[in-house]
């Protein structure tokens, strides 16, 4: 918060350390191609704001002289609450799809 404006607040939270690393401008949008894939499972754990989170994965996509896949994923039903992450195994695991009575059945899907 600053006097000059009083409520602001960041839009993303800074991340912590060991949390899942946000896509890179340049790797989802440099030159060349991109390959979208359909996601082979849909719910995964992302490691956010130093805690794991319930997160469904949209669709996973590599570009052209990468070898580092990202996942668009939500965490929730919120304008803001999605996001294109680096996978890695240290910080995005698949996660068992949660039970209809949820918080995640309440993100509109």
Known sequence: ???ALPF???SRPDPMPGDAERAPRELM???????????RWRWAEARLGGQWRLARVEQWRLHQGSTAWVA???TGGG???WGWYVYSS????RAPEPAPE???ADWGW
């Open 102 to 104: 949820s918080a995640a």
């Open 29 to 39: 949008s440099g030159p060349g191609r991109c390959w979208n894939v359909e996601p």
């Open 8 to 10: 602001s607040r960041p």
């Open 1 to 3: 918060m600053t006097s």
């Open 90 to 93: 240290r910080t995005v695991r």
């Open 79 to 81: 304008p803001d609450d």
């Open 72 to 74: 668009l994923m939500r």
